[in-house]
Structures are given as C-alpha cells and as structure tokens.
C-alpha cells in the first residue's frame, strides 16, 4: 500500500484509506472509476498535460458532469513538453497502487507511462485501462464516445420502437457502465496485488462492458435462434409473452413488471377487469393474448392518478413504479436516505450524486476535498522523495 494521504479532511477513513490511485485522462470511464474509489477513501492523484485538450484541468470547473466525477481528488499538471516532466510522471505512478487510465495509447506513451514502463518502475502497481473496444485487432487504438459504444454494444438498435431509427439511451450508459466494469477491475487488481504481490494489467473497453450489460438479452437471442425485436416502452425478450412495461395513467407513466399467473388475477381483480383473467387463465393463452391484455389496461389505467394505482399495487404484492424524471428523482426521499444523492456543501445547494456503495450501513463518504483540487506540485513531489533544489529547478525548467 502507498500509505498516501486519503485526500485530507476529517472524515473516518474509508476502507480504501492508504491506497493511492492514479488517473490518467479526463474519459469518463476512468473518472466515475477514480470518483467511487476516492468516495471509498482512497488518495486519488489526476495527472494532466498542461493545456491537453479534452483534459479535465480545461473542463472540471466549466461542466458540471466534470465536477461532479472528480469530488476528493487531487490534481497535478505537468508540461509534457519540457525535460523531467516524464520522471516525475513515472515516480507518481511508481509510487500508487494503481493507475486508471482512460488514454488512447498513443497519449500513455507521450507521458512514459505505458504498462511496460509501469511495470518495469513498480511491479506491485495495477495497472487499469478503458479502451474503445478492446486492446486486440485493428480497432485497439480507436477513439472513445458514448453513443459509439451503445451503438457498437447493440443497445442502440434494441432501444425504441420498431420502425424508427436507432436510439441510444438518455444517459452515459456506454461510458458509465465501462467504468463500474472498470471499478471492478481495478478492485480485483488490487486484491491480486495484496495476495501476491504481482501488479496486474487490467482492461475493460466501452463495447465489451455494453455486450455485457445485454448477456442476458443477447444470450436469449443466440439460444432461442431468433430477433426480439426493439423494446419500445418494455423489454424485448419479455414484453412479447408477459404484462411488463409503461402505461400513461392521468397525470403521469407508470411501469409493471414480473406480472405472472398469480399477479396476473390480483391485478385484474383491483382493476375490476375479472373477465379478463377468466380469459386468459394459464400462461399460454395469456402469452398469446397480450395485445388485447395490454389494451384493455391502458383503457383502465388512463381513468386515475399514478399514486391511485401505485397505493394498490404496494397492498397487493404487485411490482410497478411512477416513471420518474430527474426532478421526481431529486425529490426522492429513498435515495437521500441511503446516501445515492447529496448536496454539495460548497456550492449553493447543488444536488450531485452520492456513492452507491455503502460499508456497514451508513452511506460512504468524501474523504477530501469536493471539487478537483489543484495540488501544490511541491507538496506532491516532497511525498515522493524530491528535495527542495530539485523541485526548484523544476519549477525554474517550467516543469510544474
């Protein structure tokens, strides 16, 4: 362990405190990776190029989905262009536990950090990357975006209605969701390193994490030998056969799901359609029957509120929800229970979200700052052994 700082404040220390990480790039893979590692109590160092474009030194104070990944971290700017930077860079990721890295190759060499180099200064350090769609064939290289991965990953195709073009998703799920894959990696490594000793080289692309997101859908398609089709306002695989999916009520949307046999009569029982369970007794005719099923319960649905129909599905064992938007989910007094939003304390009131890990129950916390801090160069480069006339005349060079 590096048995670096745990980025300050009084926080308890998290059950990462004393690991150092380093983050190379401002991808959001690494970023919510590094977010969620520093929110579990780790030391998490952002290493930037001075003036990169696209590096989070250019945009953490500017955008707010920035900001919002980059709470209890720690930053250090270095000028690539000048003598000494890349030492520097190496003695940092000599002196962590792990490197997360959301680089093009090209970027990683330019700094001297490729896992080689890494390897070579510090054999114990973990090595974590995010890649487009993976490090092997001609695309290892390729640039990195969000859409591109759903639309790589099949997400794209299977998002909306039949008929209309592909869709992505309305959040960053391709980048998002490589970087919990990226997280686990990164833990997994970690593990490895304190069993053994031996740093691994860990990888996880935005395509494949999208692949594995949809093992479920796409392992259905391969064994049943045939396309689902588009989800539309369900699910592929399961609206087709089952009650599952949105309903417009009077003031709002409402979603069913996992309505079976037994469901299936209670529902129609509080909805007063029990001719429609006499018609449908078993689960073939019901499968067969869905169109009409799902008609007739939009016809019923649209006559009261969403909370009406919710109140009775909570009494009646019935699995459903209101369709919220992001106001409704800010609103949610579940989710700030449980630590998934917060306010952050230096800002006026805004709401970001909080870690959705918790150990031993309470929610986990920043350890550190909330917002990317600069670091002082000096204060990092005395933690990894420089003296006083080595940083000055790297400050002299134009280095820091």
């Given at each position: 362990?590096?048995g670096g700082?745990?980025?300050?404040?009084?926080?308890?220390?998290?059950?990462?405190?004393?690991?150092?990480?380093?983050?190379l790039?401002?991808?959001?893979?690494?970023a919510?990776?590094c977010?969620v590692l520093a929110?579990?109590?780790?030391?998490?160092v952002?290493?930037?190029p001075?003036?990169?474009?696209?590096?989070?030194?250019a945009?953490?104070?500017?955008?707010?989905?920035?900001?919002?990944?980059?709470?209890?971290?720690?930053?250090?700017?270095?000028?690539?262009?000048?003598?000494?930077?890349?030492?520097?860079a190496?003695?940092v990721?000599?002196?962590?536990?792990?490197i997360?890295s959301?680089?093009?190759?090209?970027a990683?060499e330019?700094?001297?950090?490729?896992?080689?180099?890494?390897?070579d200064?510090?054999?114990?350090?973990?090595?974590?990357?995010a890649?487009?769609?993976?490090?092997?064939?001609?695309a290892?290289?390729?640039?990195?975006?969000?859409?591109?991965?759903?639309?790589?990953?099949?997400?794209?195709?299977?998002t909306?209605?039949?008929?209309?073009?592909?869709?992505?998703?309305?959040?960053a799920?391709?980048e998002?969701?490589?970087g919990?894959?990226?997280?686990?990696?990164?833990?997994g490594?970690?593990?490895?390193?304190?069993?053994?000793g031996?740093?691994?080289?860990?990888?996880?692309?935005?395509?494949?994490?999208?692949?594995?997101?949809?093992s479920?859908?796409?392992?259905a398609?391969?064994?049943?030998?045939?396309?689902?089709?588009?989800?539309?306002l369900?699910?592929?695989?399961?609206?087709?056969?089952?009650?599952?999916?949105?309903?417009?009520?009077?003031?709002?949307?409402?979603?069913?799901?996992?309505?079976?046999?037994v469901?299936?009569?209670?529902?129609?029982?509080?909805m007063?359609?029990?001719?429609?369970?006499?018609?449908?007794?078993?689960?073939?005719?019901?499968?067969?029957?869905?169109?009409?099923?799902?008609?007739?319960?939009?016809k019923?649905?649209?006559?009261h509120?969403?909370?009406?129909?919710?109140?009775l599905?909570s009494?009646?064992?019935?699995?459903?929800?209101?369709?919220?938007g992001?106001?409704?989910?800010?609103?949610d007094?579940?989710?700030?229970?449980?630590?998934?939003?917060?306010?952050?304390?230096?800002?006026?009131?805004?709401?970001?979200?909080?870690?959705?890990?918790?150990?031993?129950?309470?929610?986990?916390v920043?350890?550190g700052?909330?917002?990317?801090?600069?670091?002082d160069p000096?204060?990092?480069?005395?933690?990894?052994?420089?003296?006083?006339?080595?940083?000055?005349?790297?400050?002299?060079?134009g280095?820091l």
């Open positions: 362990m590096s700082p745990g980025g300050g404040g009084a926080s308890p220390p998290g059950p990462l405190s004393g690991i150092r990480v380093l983050e790039g401002g991808g959001q893979p690494g919510y990776a977010w929110r579990l109590g780790a030391d998490v952002v290493l930037e001075r003036g990169a474009p696209g590096a989070a030194a945009t953490a104070a500017a955008k707010p989905d920035r900001l919002a990944l980059h709470a209890g971290k720690r930053r250090l700017v270095l000028d690539a262009s000048r003598p000494g930077q890349d030492e520097i190496l003695r990721a000599a002196r962590s536990d792990a997360v959301s680089l093009p190759g090209r990683a330019a700094l001297g950090l490729t896992p080689e180099a890494v390897r200064a510090s054999p114990g350090t973990v090595y974590a990357r890649t487009a769609s993976g490090s092997i064939a001609a290892a290289d390729a640039p990195m975006a969000d859409i591109v991965a759903q639309a790589a990953g099949g997400l794209a195709w299977k909306g209605r039949d008929g209309d073009p592909p869709a992505a998703a309305g959040a799920l391709g998002h969701g490589a919990a894959y990226l997280l686990a990696a990164v833990l490594g970690l593990a490895q390193a304190a069993l053994t031996r740093g691994a080289a860990v990888e996880v692309s935005l395509a494949g994490s999208q692949i594995a997101l949809q479920w859908e796409i392992g398609e391969s064994v049943l030998g045939r396309d689902s089709g588009r989800a539309g369900g699910h592929p695989e399961v609206s087709p056969g089952a009650i599952w999916g949105a309903f417009g009520t009077r003031d709002g949307w409402l979603v069913l799901g996992s309505v079976d046999a469901r299936f009569v209670r529902l129609c029982a509080l007063d359609l029990p001719e429609l369970a006499a018609r449908y007794p078993d689960d073939r005719s019901r499968s067969a029957g869905i169109p009409e099923i799902v008609e007739e319960l939009r019923r649905f649209s006559v509120d969403c909370s009406h129909w919710l109140e599905f009494e009646h064992d019935i699995m459903g929800a209101r369709v919220n992001y106001d409704d989910v800010i609103a007094e579940q989710a700030w229970a449980n630590g998934y939003l917060r306010t952050r304390p230096d800002s006026g009131g805004t709401v970001v979200a909080g870690s959705p890990i918790q150990f031993d129950g309470p929610p986990a920043t350890s700052p909330e917002a990317l801090r600069d670091e000096g204060s990092l480069l005395r933690e990894l052994g420089y003296g006083p006339e080595e940083i000055s005349a790297l400050r002299a060079a280095v």
